[in-house]
Structures are given as structure tokens and as C-alpha cells.
């Protein structure tokens, strides 16, 4: 089900299911509540006549049943770890957000986000204004139309307010699920990682560079492009240095040094390996080991253009053939050079997906790739596909992105914080990502790096990006979050034809999320006699030295803003507002990624006060155990002279509106439940109107991470 920005406030709209009078009353279960539990992950997409059916994609029901029964059994050839993984195939596509193509997609964060960011007049991030204060909404649209980037510099877009007034209107419309059908298809067959961020706010190269190098060097512009002259090392020279085999396969055609071309063929000037000091052809003797084939830096690079033109030069099958001869060969039985350990894959400009290059363009070269993969039992049953983006050409994503705070190392240029950027696609193909499933861990571009790093550390062959800041390296998962390699789920696949655009049905349970083993939290505690409230962020559990980035946003009385936190398990952080400024008022929501929100608003009572109701609230996340499950404790207070009256209403997930009676100086506890660690729930209370909580996130529901930072 699609999330309607036009419909009514699903805050103002809270639906009461079934009274409690008390604490006592058990909370219902997500499977038995009925009436009262938001299946966001659940919703499907209703049955289209003529799609494609989920359950028609060979092999894709049998083995997701299979894992679900927890059977130990493994496929011939696996022994259920990292060691399973011969072969990692990327392909970065160009310039498209995450709603702008898996918006209307159920089971991802998308345009039926209950937890999106709000703004002082009651709308949503989905309803923005344009510079005459019209609204604009996300509209489908599947025509081959761009956006301009707008200004890249420009921190007060960090309040995503401005898209419209940035970019046109048209960067709020989205391709629709039919035309989306090819990658659609494929998401759903294996998994999509909804909380993925390019690296920087900025354009393609830069965000290349994070890709292949870990940094961009404060670089935050397409300029100097292909020549060679960026001084530090990449990643491919540090697989070089490991004896980890790589190679990155593009078409070359060109008119020499420079000399990319933006049509059918060519690299469209996106092999950044081109603009690295150590990729330089020049001077070199044809004897030189860097030109040697199979085992040559420069020859791995595929970094050298070559005069003339691969043909035909258009957008036929051949043409396809063609371009991708040299990953074709790679995968055939006996090839004189194998495919190699890593891979990277970049597209002419016309299959690239560059608006205004088509996305169906993109998906016939997608799916060539899968096709070629495919081909080859031994590899397609062994290698881990992934296909992202590197920026989002100043299309529309709801999502906040994580923000450094001022001074972050290597995050600045400037006064202008780098990263990250807004959503863009991942999916993640492969038989340990098969099944549906939306992995929701912060990544970006140097997670594909981290990966490698872990992945290389297991083969006993360890490298380490020197280039990735301390911050980044602590925001971004490594995507082990994502991938289940315990239980594998080889075997072929079968893709629809993106020429068919046909949508595809999905159950209602089949999106499931991948479990995390932190849990982002923010409580509140007021100090009448200094006329203070502080919100305090904390982080639990994840793997050592992992950091959420929060975001306070004033819902009242003070200017629109973000003010960015970055919390460990370690280093807790608090945000004070001071309620003397607004006679005792306050206001203000707290944003994380994944779901989290909380929501602070009330009236400070004066230094001993005590007459009337007061409320006073303690929320503690309860992790699951055994068949116990995850949960929210609330402890509820009344500091006053009266009886207080509280309200809990599920906004989202499971729960059902509660009705608890607190008498002056005593305390009642309600648990709260969630589905699959999620919840939702907004509190209010008879004895002061501006008074309300509300509480937004994830419990975590796995008791480990597979891979500790360094």
C-alpha cells in the first residue's frame, strides 16, 4: 500500500482499537491485535491483473520456506560462511534516489513512512513547498526527465524543506511499480537495503571516488575528469598489493587521453579509476608489468581509452554483446582470464540510467549482467551482485540523511558538511541475500569497501582503506547485516523482461526486515528549578564502536532547524532546551534513521509546583529472549496532587489504545509490544493539553553483529 502525501495526518488520524482500563491488561500479540497493527513491512501490493507473480520466480518460495524452518542441511558445495563467497560483481548505475524508484515498493521505508520528518505547520516531508508556497506531492511519472542538482553547498537544505524550491518540481515524481517491474522483480526476490546513502551531497564523480577510493578528498564537484592526477591509493591497488584478484570491466571507446564519449558505448567518463595518479598510461613501455593482461594495474583498470569505437552504437542486443564481451568471456567455463575475485562493471552513458538516459535502458543492462552471472552455475551459486547508485541528481528521498557535527574530521570542505547525501538504491543478489528481505543498517558507498576489507580478512589476505574517516567508518554498516550466510539459497533465478512492464504481485508477508543488534533510544528529563528539559540519545548493542547520528528538530517556538548528534554505546549525548524562553514551553522531535522518533512537548511546571496533575514518564526497550518478545516498558508517574490520565495510541505497528489512571505520587507500568522490534506509540494526558510523547523505532532483535569494527 502506497502512502497517499495527500491524506489526512496519520497523527491526527490515531485510531483507537480497544479500551484498557488499566496496566493490567495484557498487550496483544502483532499475530492476534486485529484492527490495531500497521503491517508496514507486511503491506503487499495487491494483485495486478496480468503481473508477473512473486511465487512464479524459480526457486524463490521452496527455498525461502526451507530457510524458514531453520533446517541445518546445507547445499552441496557450501559450508555456511564467508568462505562460500568467490566472487563479488559491482555495478554502480548513475543518478536515481531510493523513492524515486522503490518509493511505491511495499516493505521498504517509502511513501506510506509513518515516521517521516515533520514540519512546524503539520505537514510532511512529502508535502514541500514550492518558492509561491504551492504544494507538491509525489506524483507517478515514467517519462526520461531530469532535475537540476541545485546547491550543493547549501547547509540549509539540511531542514528538507527546499527540494521543490532546489530542484523543480517534477524531483518529487516517481517511476511507477510497472515500469519498475524488472527491478521490482528482483528486490523482491532477494534483498533491498532501504537506509543506503550516497556519500556525499554532491555529484557523480565524487561519490565514485568514495566508491573506488573511500574519500573524495573534500572534492565536491565533476571537474579534472579522467587525467590521471588524484595522488591517493584506491582500493584496486590495495587488492593489487593483497594478491586478491580484481578487474573492472567497461567498454573503452573513445578519441584518446580524455576521451570518454556519452552514447551506446564508452564509460561515459564513470571509470574513476581513470582520474587516479596511479592509473597513468603515459610513458609507459609496451613491456611495462601495469599493461600486462591478466595480471597488470593499468590492464585490471580497464584505464587506458582506446581510439575508435566499439560498434554498433546503439541500443540493440548486439550492442549490449558487445559492450560486456570481456565480462562474457570472463564467466565462461575454461576463459583465459576468469572472472576474478572483485569485480567492478560500468555502463555506457545510454545504459547508465543518467536521466535523461532511461531507466528501462538500465534494466536491460541489469539484467544482461544477471543474465551473463547466470550463465555459469559455478559462479552464479558463489557471488554476491551489487547493484547501487552514486547520487540522486536531485531527486526527492524523504529520509534524513546522518549529519557530522561541525569540525567532524575529513567530513567538511569547508563549512559544508560532505555526507551524506540522500537515498539511492541497493540491491543485493546473491544466494545468502535471496528470499525478500529490506536490510535497514545505515550504508553508503564505502560500505561496498568495508565488505571487501572483512571479506579479504577472511581469506587471510587483509588490506585496510586508509582514506575512510573515523566518523564514516562508524555511521556505516559493512553490509554482513544484510547478507545471511548460514543459510544459502543457491540455485537459478528467473527475471522479467523490462520491455514486458508488467508490476509484480507480492504476498503480504513476504518483505521481511533483516534484524539489527543496536537499538537507537531518547528519554526525557526535566529540571523545573533551572526551567530545563534534556533529551538524552543513547545507543545500545552493535557491533564495537558503532555510531547512530541523530538529528533535533524544534516542532514550536523556535526557527525550523536540524541540529546534529553523533551517539555511541560509549558516548551518549544530551540536547537542553531551555523552556524559560518560552514561558516554561517546549517542543521539539529527535530523528535517527531506521523509524526512530521521539517527540517531546509540555508545559514546564515552576520550581514547587506540585498542585494538579503531573506527568512524568520513564520508557525502557526490552530486548526478546527465547520466545519472549521485544518490547517497550513504560513507567508511568504522577508527581502531582491529582489523579493524571493517560492515553497510549499506536500510531504504527501492533498495539491498541490503552487508558491508565495514575493516582498523585504513585506509578503504574505498561508494556508495550512491537512487530519484529518495531513500534510506534504516542502518549497524551487529561491534565495538560500540550503535553504529548511519542515514542518511534526498533528494538533490536538479533543478539550479535557478524562483524566487530576495528
Known amino acids: 500500500m502506497i502512502r497517499n502525501p495527500n491524506a489526512p495526518d496519520p497523527d491526527s488520524t490515531l485510531g483507537a482499537t480497544s479500551d484498557a482500563t488499566s496496566d493490567s491488561t495484557p498487550g496483544n500479540s502483532p499475530e492476534t491485535a486485529t484492527g490495531a497493527t500497521r503491517r508496514r513491512f507486511l503491506q503487499g501490493s495487491g494483485v495486478v491483473a496480468g503481473s508477473l507473480v512473486l511465487g512464479g520466480f524459480a526457486g524463490a518460495g521452496s527455498a525461502q520456506a526451507a530457510a524458514a524452518t531453520g533446517r541445518a542441511a546445507l547445499p552441496r558445495g557450501f559450508k555456511g560462511d564467508m568462505s562460500d563467497l568467490k566472487h563479488v560483481v559491482i555495478l554502480m548505475q548513475e543518478n536515481r534516489s531510493l523513492d524515486h524508484y522503490f518509493g511505491a515498493f511495499p516493505g521498504v521505508r517509502g511513501f506510506n513512512d509513518k ?36 546547491a550543493w553547498g547549501d547547509v540549509n537544505h539540511r531542514k528538507w524543506d527546499l527540494w521543490v524550491q532546489h530542484n523543480g518540481a ?94 551506446w558505448i564508452g564509460d561515459y567518463g564513470d571509470n574513476e579509476l581513470k582520474y587516479f595518479k596511479g592509473f597513468e598510461p603515459a610513458g609507459l613501455s609496451a613491456d611495462d608489468p601495469k599493461l600486462k593482461p591478466g595480471t597488470g594495474l593499468i590492464w585490471r583498470g580497464n584505464a587506458a581509452y582506446y581510439s575508435g569505437t566499439t560498434t554498433p552504437n546503439d541500443d540493440s542486443d548486439v550492442n549490449l554483446d558487445a559492450v560486456l564481451k570481456d565480462l562474457h568471456d570472463a564467466c565462461q567455463p575454461g576463459a583465459e582470464h576468469p572472472l576474478p575475485a572483485v569485480s567492478w562493471i560500468v555502463a555506457p552513458y545510454g545504459w547508465s540510467e543518467h536521466p535523461g538516459a532511461d531507466t528501462m535502458h538500465g534494466e536491460r543492462y541489469t539484467k544482461k549482467v544477471l543474465d551473463i552471472l547466470q550463465s555459469n552455475p559455478d559462479i552464479w551459486n558463489h557471488t554476491l551482485f551489487i547493484l547501487n547508485y552514486d547520487e540522486n541528481d536531485g ?47 545505515v550504508f553508503d558507498h564505502t560500505s561496498t569497501i568495508r565488505f571487501l576489507e572483512v571479506w579479504a580478512a577472511s581469506l587471510g589476505k587483509p588490506f585496510t582503506c586508509p582514506n ?66 534534556t533529551a538524552t540519545m543513547t545507543l545500545a548493542g552493535g557491533p564495537t564502536g558503532k555510531a547512530l547520528s541523530f538529528q533535533v528538530f524544534p516542532d514550536k517556538y523556535q526557527p525550523f532547524s536540524s541540529t546534529p548528534f553523533t551517539v555511541t554505546e560509549k558516548k551518549s549525548r544530551t540536547y537542553v532546551w531551555d523552556a524559560k524562553a518560552n514561558d516554561g514551553k517546549y517542543a521539539f522531535s529527535i ?28 520508557a525502557d526497550l526490552v530486548k526478546g529472549h527465547g520466545k519472549s518478545r521485544a518490547e517497550v516498558k513504560f513507567t508511568l508517574h504522577n508527581d502531582g496532587t491529582k489523579r493524571v490520565a493517560y492515553t497510549l495510541t499506536a500510531n504504527d505497528y501492533a498495539g491498541e489504545t490503552r ?48 562483524h566487530q569494527h576495528d
Not at 574517516?469 to 522479467?496: E, K, M, N, V, Y
Open 591 to 618: 530523528y535517527a534513521n531506521d523509524g526512530f522518533v521521539r517527540s517531546f512537548a509540555g508545559q514546564l511546571a515552576p520550581a514547587g509546583k506540585h498542585d494538579g496533575g503531573l506527568p512524568c514518564v520513564q
Open 659 to 706: 487508558h491508565v489512571s495514575v493516582a498523585p505520587g504513585e506509578t503504574r507500568v505498561v508494556t508495550w509490544p512491537t512487530l519484529q522490534g518495531y513500534y510506534d506509540v504516542v502518549l497524551t494526558v487529561d491534565s495538560d493539553t500540550t503535553w504529548t510523547q511519542r515514542y518511534a523505532g526498533r528494538v533490536a532483535t538479533s543478539a550479535k553483529h557478524s
Open 395 to 441: 531527486k526527492f528521498d524523504h529520509v534524513l540523511p546522518p549529519w557530522p557535527e561541525a569540525g567532524t574530521a575529513h567530513e567538511y570542505a569547508g563549512a559544508y558538511p560532505l555526507g551524506f547525501g540522500p537515498r539511492v538504491p541497493m540491491l543485493l543478489v546473491s544466494p545468502w541475500t535471496r528470499g525478500g528481505h529490506v536490510a535497514s543498517e
Open 468 to 533: 575512510i574517516s573515523d566518523w564514516r567508518r562508524s555511521i556505516a554498516g559493512d553490509l554482513t547485516s544484510a547478507i545471511d550466510f548460514a543459510h544459502p539459497q543457491p540455485g537459478p533465478a528467473a527475471f522479467p523482461d523490462p520491455l514486458a512492464e508488467k508490476p509484480v504481485s507480492i504476498s503480504a508477508d513476504h518483505m521481511t526486515p533483516r534484524a539489527l543488534s543496536f537499538q537507537p533510544h531518547a528519554t526525557l528529563s526535566e529540571d523545573r528549578k533551572a526551567g530545563t528539559v
Open 115 to 150: 515516521q517521516a520528518l515533520r514540519f512546524q505547520d503539520g505537514t510532511s516531508v512529502f508535502q514541500q513547498k514550492g518558492t509561491g508556497g504551492h504544494v507538491v506531492t509525489p506524483q507517478v511519472d515514467d517519462g526520461a526527465w531530469g532535475n537540476d542538482h541545485g
Open 170 to 263: 517534477s524531483c518529487m515524481n516517481y517511476h511507477s511499480s510497472a515500469y519498475m517491474g524488472f527491478y521490482h522483480s528482483v528486490a523482491a526476490q532477494y534483498t533491498i537495503a532501504d537506509q543506503n546513502f550516497c556519500s556525499e551531497f554532491g555529484p557523480t564523480d565524487p561519490n565514485r571516488k568514495y566508491l573506488w577510493s573511500g574519500t573524495s578528498n573534500s572534492e565536491t564537484g565533476n571537474t579534472d575528469e579522467s587525467n590521471y592526477s588524484r595522488p591517493w591509493i584506491t582500493v584496486a591497488e590495495q587488492l593489487q598489493q593483497a594478491g586478491i584478484d580484481w578487474r573492472l570491466y567497461s567498454d573503452n571507446s573513445g578519441d584518446g587521453r580524455q576521451g570518454y564519449v556519452s552514447s
